[in-house]
């Protein structure tokens, strides 16, 4: 009985961890599943350059406007997708939830789009008024190009990466720091990338094209390696999100080439995480 008892408390923290750590995973699957994952580390990125900048927009509804539009345009472009699309045709779970719940969506979809122009043309100036304009023309003008133009070979995950930074940047009274845009641009196209090329059977049956379909392994590696010398040698010190961030991608491509065996969905979580995690430390 008294070994038993060992035995039992040996593994007992053990088996909490494991069960703390599938909760935390089915949470992280809802919230990708209602396409928040992408608009929590916008407002990641967000407080991280009003830090770095001395710009007070904590709670603010700069971040409130950031995370409506993000979602919006991530839940449009998935609603999108779906289009057309039989359902057993559909292989991931965000776009299974997608078409099971599409007409509700539409609608909760219009709702938060009406809302946020209202909010929007009611707390604004505007300069940023217009700036919000534009970033939804050229969201509309992505989804025509990925939807209708080029069914083929469409770079999408460079597209969607630079328009998620400019949505990072329209509302900071900060002008266009274009450096700052660059370097946020390169580091959520190699996570576009890295995700795209982890789901790549999944999205090639569902006839979705990506650009990371067309790239080998050394290419990528190539590219992260790329991206830890330019920020190394572009910015004044090793510790800063995007450095920290490659070097990440850097050791979790190689271990995932190696011998690390992940799921699609936690190699997502574990992805996502670092996205949302490492510019939040540096919020001090």
Known sequence: MQKIYKIFTNCKPRILIHINYMHIRSLFTRIHI???????????????????YEIDIAL??????????????????????????????????????????RQNLWLIWTIVLAASIAYSLSTLNSDKIVACLILFFLILLYNLANQCLWKKGFPKEVCVASLFSLACF???????????????????????IFLSKKEEFTDQSM?????????????????????????????????????????????????????????DEGYRFLLECLYCVIPLFFLN
């Open 34 to 52: 209602l396409a928040l994952d992408a608009p929590l580390i916008g407002l990641a990125w967000q407080q991280y350059f009003a830090h770095t």
């Open 60 to 101: 603010s509804k700069e971040g409130t406007i950031l995370v409506a539009s993000l979602w919006l345009a991530y839940m449009a472009d998935r609603l999108f997708d779906i289009q057309g699309k039989s359902p057993n045709r559909l292989k991931s779970k965000r776009h299974q939830f997608a078409q099971r719940n």
């Open 170 to 192: 329209v509302l900071l009274d900060v002008g266009f720091p274009f450096q700052d845009f660059f370097n946020l641009s390169l580091i959520i196209s190699l996570n576009c």
């Open 207 to 263: 006839g979705f094209p990506s650009l990371a379909q067309s790239l080998h392994s050394q290419t990528i590696t190539g590219l992260i390696i790329a991206s830890l010398v330019y920020f190394a040698v572009v910015l004044p010190s090793y510790l800063n999100p995007f450095f920290l961030l490659s070097l990440s991608l850097f050791i979790l491509h190689f271990l995932s080439l190696k011998c690390l065996s992940l799921s």
